[in-house]
């Protein structure tokens, strides 16, 4: 058996080991004698009661706002189509009462209606006709009263 060698990985030199702590500054004034740095240390804020109260009530607010804002456009717009039925309704009637007075006027402009309430009158056709000329008041034609027979 022959008897091999475990394979090592090479070293690599270490660096010197660095210190951590600080090295003293002269101070002016005191003839070059050191002093020690003060020691600094992280101080933590102290800690606030965060409290999720009055973004939860903000929240249920705009919630419950929008929530009635919603309801009451609802019953606006309820209304609304309600007055719209209505005003189609009423709209619709006085077209039909529109026709009906159109037909009633059409049959009372009628020549045979005007002919028939003018004999219900005592009324008696024309059997000539005469003209009057407005600039010198001179009378034109052959005139003869209605009713009388020639």
Excluded: W
């Amino acid at each position: 058996m022959s008897a091999t060698a475990p394979a090592v990985a090479p070293t690599v030199p270490s660096r010197p080991a660095t210190t951590t702590t600080p090295t003293p500054r002269p101070v002016p004034g005191r003839g070059g004698a050191t002093a020690p740095r003060p020691r600094l240390h992280v101080v933590r804020a102290p800690e606030q009661a965060r409290t999720r109260t009055p973004f939860v009530v903000l929240c249920m607010g705009v919630l419950a706002a929008s929530l009635l804002g919603t309801l009451l456009l609802n019953t606006a717009m309820a209304q609304g189509e309600y007055d719209r039925f209505a005003l189609q309704t009423e709209l619709t009637r006085a077209a039909q009462e529109e026709q009906r007075l159109a037909g009633e006027k059409a049959r009372l402009e009628s020549p045979a209606h005007i002919a028939e309430a003018a004999a219900a009158m005592g009324m008696v056709p024309s059997s000539g006709g005469g003209y009057l000329r407005l600039a010198d008041g001179a009378v034109l034609g052959d005139p003869t009263p209605a009713g009388v027979d020639e």
